[in-house]
């Protein structure tokens, strides 16, 4: 059954801009009944938000939809129910439609909620700077939350004018893919504007974020995309290539090959939320092998019959990445088990388990018997 691109709604070129749709105007259809006009967020900020409507920008309070869970309040990205002109002033929205896809991270704090960065994102671009040492731990970390969060990864090694040599550039490229199975990896300067045409084509149409560490070139890269300077750009440091946070809010900007770009801050840390399937997917050639190991319960450590031990013997899988899996892996499990009561248990019966086991071998190494 196909629905109209508005029922009661508007749509109008500036909703279909913005990524409105069929889809969108049908979940949209109990909210159009009741008077309110639909929107995309476009910037939040301390409780107000501008969405784009039919009509225009407008600003609106989020009182309405404040939950207490981080991962559920008003985004970037977000499509918003929103008071219809004069409805009185401030305008509010009343309601968020469900999300097709999220981007989320897990905060510093030590209460270790998430924080929700962008919303129904199609392309996760991952910038990173060819001024400083490629750090091919944080870029699978990226790509472990851009795969969880269901939107296609691209890395992006931007000031490749910075690496004049051809071959030299080819060779962070393969490094970077070694890292990054099923992604494109796509050196890019925007100062030369080599390689912007080449991503604008990808993510031509659909959302895009874009992500990456302070001076990393991210608001360089959207002004080059939105053709024309929508953000401010300071230099990074000459010492080590860090950036200060020129952007401090998620901003939204409509790019002029089709589709939206979603700007966000420098991200300092980048700690995984709740991303087991996002790290699965960036160490398949990890999944692959356990699939041939004897043990389906593998530790890949010092089972006899293991096919990643295996690997790692003949030289097929880099040491650097079994390392890089079990760390993240560790780190995902220990922030699921402070939220997941269950999996915290098992996890104490695990450690319990293996403290009584080496408390029983040591008993049997001193006495030649087992209590």
Same mark, same amino acid.
């Given at each position: 059954m196909s629905f109209p691109l508005s029922s009661r709604t508007s749509d109008s070129s500036l909703l279909v801009a913005h990524g409105w749709d069929e889809g969108w105007a049908a979940v949209f259809e109990p909210y159009a009944a009741q008077g309110l006009v639909p929107g995309r967020v476009v910037r939040v900020d301390r409780g107000q938000c501008d969405v784009a409507t039919a009509d225009g920008t407008v600003r609106a309070d989020t009182a309405f939809v404040t939950p207490h869970d981080p991962l559920r309040v008003v985004c970037t990205g977000d499509w918003a129910a929103v008071d219809p002109e004069g409805a009185g002033d401030p305008r509010y929205v009343r309601a968020c439609l469900p999300r097709r896809t999220a981007?989320?991270?897990?905060?510093?704090?030590?209460?270790?909620?998430?924080?929700? /960065?962008? *919303?129904n994102v199609d392309h996760a671009v991952i910038a990173v700077s060819l001024a400083v040492e490629l750090d091919l731990g944080r870029?699978?970390?990226?790509?472990?939350?851009?795969?969880?969060?269901g939107a296609q990864p691209i890395v992006v090694l931007t000031k490749a004018d910075l690496v004049p040599d051809p071959v030299g550039l080819s060779y962070l490229v393969e490094d970077v893919e070694t890292v990054a199975p099923g992604v494109q990896v796509l050196p890019l300067s925007s100062a030369t504007g080599e390689g912007v045409d080449? /991503?604008? *084509?990808?993510?031509a149409g659909g959302t895009t974020v874009l992500l990456g560490v302070s001076g990393a070139g991210k608001s360089t890269l959207a002004n080059a995309l939105v053709g024309e300077d929508v953000m401010s750009v300071q230099a990074a440091r000459d010492v080590d290539g860090k950036g200060r946070h020129t952007t401090t809010t998620r901003n939204l900007f409509v790019l002029p090959t089709g589709g939206v770009l979603i700007d966000t801050p420098g991200l300092r840390g980048v700690g995984l939320w709740d991303a087991e399937a996002g790290v699965g997917q960036v160490f398949s050639e990890i999944e692959e092998l356990a699939r041939d190991c004897r043990f389906h319960d593998c530790a890949h450590e010092a089972e006899p019959g293991c096919a990643v031990a295996a690997a790692i013997e003949n030289g097929t899988l880099p040491v650097r990445r079994l390392e890089s899996f079990r760390k993240l892996m560790r780190e995902n499990q220990r922030l699921v088990a402070k939220t997941d009561a269950r999996l915290r248990n098992e996890i104490r019966k695990d450690w319990k388990r293996t403290m009584a086991a080496g408390r029983a071998a040591v008993e049997f190494k001193r006495n030649g018997r087992l209590r």
């Amino acid at each position: 059954m196909s629905f109209p691109l508005s029922s009661r709604t508007s749509d109008s070129s500036l909703l279909v801009a913005h990524g409105w749709d069929e889809g969108w105007a049908a979940v949209f259809e109990p909210y159009a009944a009741q008077g309110l006009v639909p929107g995309r967020v476009v910037r939040v900020d301390r409780g107000q938000c501008d969405v784009a409507t039919a009509d225009g920008t407008v600003r609106a309070d989020t009182a309405f939809v404040t939950p207490h869970d981080p991962l559920r309040v008003v985004c970037t990205g977000d499509w918003a129910a929103v008071d219809p002109e004069g409805a009185g002033d401030p305008r509010y929205v009343r309601a968020c439609l469900p999300r097709r896809t999220a981007f989320a991270r897990s905060t510093s704090s030590k209460r270790s909620e998430g924080q929700i /960065l962008a *919303a129904n994102v199609d392309h996760a671009v991952i910038a990173v700077s060819l001024a400083v040492e490629l750090d091919l731990g944080r870029i699978e970390r990226f790509l472990a939350l851009a795969w969880e969060s269901g939107a296609q990864p691209i890395v992006v090694l931007t000031k490749a004018d910075l690496v004049p040599d051809p071959v030299g550039l080819s060779y962070l490229v393969e490094d970077v893919e070694t890292v990054a199975p099923g992604v494109q990896v796509l050196p890019l300067s925007s100062a030369t504007g080599e390689g912007v045409d080449v /991503l604008s *084509a990808v993510v031509a149409g659909g959302t895009t974020v874009l992500l990456g560490v302070s001076g990393a070139g991210k608001s360089t890269l959207a002004n080059a995309l939105v053709g024309e300077d929508v953000m401010s750009v300071q230099a990074a440091r000459d010492v080590d290539g860090k950036g200060r946070h020129t952007t401090t809010t998620r901003n939204l900007f409509v790019l002029p090959t089709g589709g939206v770009l979603i700007d966000t801050p420098g991200l300092r840390g980048v700690g995984l939320w709740d991303a087991e399937a996002g790290v699965g997917q960036v160490f398949s050639e990890i999944e692959e092998l356990a699939r041939d190991c004897r043990f389906h319960d593998c530790a890949h450590e010092a089972e006899p019959g293991c096919a990643v031990a295996a690997a790692i013997e003949n030289g097929t899988l880099p040491v650097r990445r079994l390392e890089s899996f079990r760390k993240l892996m560790r780190e995902n499990q220990r922030l699921v088990a402070k939220t997941d009561a269950r999996l915290r248990n098992e996890i104490r019966k695990d450690w319990k388990r293996t403290m009584a086991a080496g408390r029983a071998a040591v008993e049997f190494k001193r006495n030649g018997r087992l209590r």
